[in-house]
């Protein structure tokens, strides 16, 4: 497994999620729509620079696939994989249609309130499988997490580089925290 080169911009793909049959096939969590959209990408990267190649992938359940790759040859191998989060670098990708992005192009734009007033700049995009949540910084030390929901936030302008937050009355009054 050779290095990749590494960006904050680089795409979550797949997290692996476990071993499945005895010669190094895995099970992971794809976040993209389309199966074949991952195969086309054949090469993924890990945070920590590893890549694997695609040999073979398969649905499983709705989301998930089954994936082989040329460096993980055996069961012990995918076993110690899961976990880990595959990546695609975001220059890699297709330019989105109008009105949509991608996650990655999220981080570091400017959280807005309604009236245009300054939140705080995102963070992150995390999903901890009941839906996504999106993380804003306020400050060093001071981060909240809110839904990643149209009611939470109406607009996502990349363009404009800002995000506007329909924001609760715990995040105005500075609560530190996620707001549930």
């Not at 099970?27 to 090469?43: C, G, H, I, P, Q």
């Amino acid at each position: 497994m050779t290095a990749a080169p590494r960006s904050a911009r680089d795409v979550l793909m797949a997290a692996l999620i476990g071993a499945h049959g005895l010669k190094g096939e895995v099970r992971a969590k794809v976040f993209t729509e389309d199966l074949s959209a991952l195969a086309a990408y054949k090469r993924l990267h890990a945070r920590d620079g590893r890549v694997f190649t695609i040999s073979k992938i398969k649905e499983a359940k709705p989301g998930e696939a089954h994936v082989t790759f040329a460096e993980v040859l055996d069961r012990a191998t995918a076993e110690s994989l899961k976990g880990l989060e595959l990546f695609v670098a975001r220059t890699a990708l297709p330019e989105p249609a109008r009105e949509e992005y991608y996650r990655a192009d999220l981080i570091g734009l400017t959280a807005m309130d309604e009236e245009g007033r300054v939140i705080g700049k995102v963070l992150a995009i995390h999903n901890y499988g009941a839906g996504d949540v999106i993380e804003i910084a306020r400050g060093p030390d001071d981060t909240v997490m809110l839904p990643f929901a149209r009611d939470f936030v109406p607009v996502v302008d990349v363009a404009a580089g800002r995000v506007v937050i329909a924001v609760p009355e715990e995040v105005e009054a500075g609560e530190e925290g996620s707001v549930e």
